[in-house]
């Protein structure tokens, strides 16, 4: 009782306002609920940036833009503003009433800016376009100028396609392959129907994160093909473009909602099934190189709920700075009857024994209890 009456959470043995409460309201430093939603987060010369979709309390377009929070211990956070608004000038890629979803920001250490890629979908043209949106800025909480949106490798083909591979998927037709599922069909995917059918203007760009190597290289990692394959595509040396050098990661596999990260010398990606704003059972996979092979595992989700994900859809694995180890998982309980009403789930990533991550449901955790030095 005495522990309660001093303000401590008798779930976790911390201050109660230090805690992470998974799927429940997310108040900002000045009491308003945090609109951040599909988001990542920065870090930053000792602080912590949170960019998310802000969304509007109905309706599925972006009426304000990305928004910007900022933290120093991951639990509370500073309103920062808009960090990319939507543009009031009509046929703008980014004008009022586009999709901006999963906005991701980097800092490239040789131009000293801000990078920002997102998802974007022009206004009017529901999900059709599956577009990349780049923006910049000198600071992290902005303003990012907008400098383009395109579909990703133009003209290019996957860095592990031979001639013959080329020449295979050029034949394709999707007027063959009217009826999807078949086995014809996942053939034909997977050989490169809907990837050769997108060679000419680049390949769709929907759901989507980016990830920083030690060595400075950036990737994009993004649902192509209609949903069906992630593409990792490596992104020049000031982040606002790509090298043409890319991979695809489990073609036709329906992953969605990529997240990355690096532990040791592994990659893991933990993605979604598809599903739209209905949360699904997560997939992951396993890599000693970004560019694979891509190993698939089960889900890392374990316990009451895990089928589902804890009702969740993941957005960003976030690096706990200067802890080993320390890893959160961060993921959106999507609301379509109010996106702006959806909840976070953050979840610290625990490793087995045999160094395989897991998510486990916590009520309620601290990060500075769960990471020694943190
Ligand atoms: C989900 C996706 C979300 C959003 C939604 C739209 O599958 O992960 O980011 O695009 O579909 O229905």
Redesign the pocket.
């Known amino acids: 009782m005495l522990w309660l009456a001093v303000g401590f959470c008798a779930l976790c043995g911390v201050r109660g306002q230090d805690c992470i409460e998974p799927g429940k309201v997310w108040h900002d430093a000045e009491g308003r609920v945090i609109n951040a939603h599909?988001g990542g987060v920065l870090w930053h010369e000792g602080r912590y940036y949170w960019y998310g979709e802000n969304r509007p309390a109905r309706g599925?377009t972006t009426e304000v833009g990305v928004g910007v929070y900022s933290s120093s211990d991951l639990v509370h956070w500073t309103d920062e503003g808009v960090a990319l608004a939507v543009s009031g000038r009509q046929g703008s890629p980014i004008e009022r009433g586009c999709?901006m979803?999963?906005p991701k920001v980097v800092y490239n250490a040789r131009t000293c800016k801000f990078v920002m890629l997102f998802?974007l979908e022009l206004k009017g043209q529901g999900?059709a376009a599956a577009r990349v949106g780049f923006a910049e800025a000198d600071s992290p909480v902005g303003p990012f100028r907008f400098i383009r949106s395109l579909r990703p490798n133009a003209g290019k083909w996957p860095s592990d396609f031979s001639r013959r591979d080329i020449r295979r998927a050029k034949r394709l037709k999707e007027s063959d392959y009217t009826e999807w599922w078949t086995p014809e069909w996942r053939k034909a995917v997977a050989d490169g129907l809907l990837l050769a059918r997108d060679v000419p203007g680049g390949q769709m760009s929907?759901?989507m994160t980016v990830f920083v190597d030690d060595d400075g290289k950036a990737y994009h990692i993004f649902s192509a093909e209609e949903?069906l394959t992630l593409n990792i595509a490596e992104l020049t040396d000031d982040y606002l473009d790509y090298t043409g050098r890319f991979v695809r990661v489990a073609p036709g596999g329906q992953n969605?909602?990529p997240t990355i990260f690096k532990r040791g010398g592994t990659y893991w990606m933990i993605t979604?099934g598809?599903?739209?704003?209905a949360p699904n059972e997560a997939r992951m996979f396993r890599a000693s190189s970004v560019w694979g092979p891509w190993e698939q595992l089960p889900s890392p989700f374990a316990g009451e709920g895990a089928e589902k994900s804890f009702h969740s859809?993941g957005t960003y694995v976030l690096k706990v700075e200067g802890v080993e180890d320390g890893f959160i998982f961060m993921a959106d309980r999507?609301n379509?009857e109010s996106l702006q009403d959806s909840r976070y789930v953050w979840l610290p990533i625990v490793f087995g024994a045999d160094g395989v991550p897991v998510l486990r449901w916590l009520d309620s955790w601290s990060p500075a209890g769960r990471f020694s030095g943190f």
């Open positions: 599909g599925f999709i979803e999963r998802h999900y929907r759901d949903n969605e909602a979604s598809c599903t739209g704003w859809q999507w379509p």
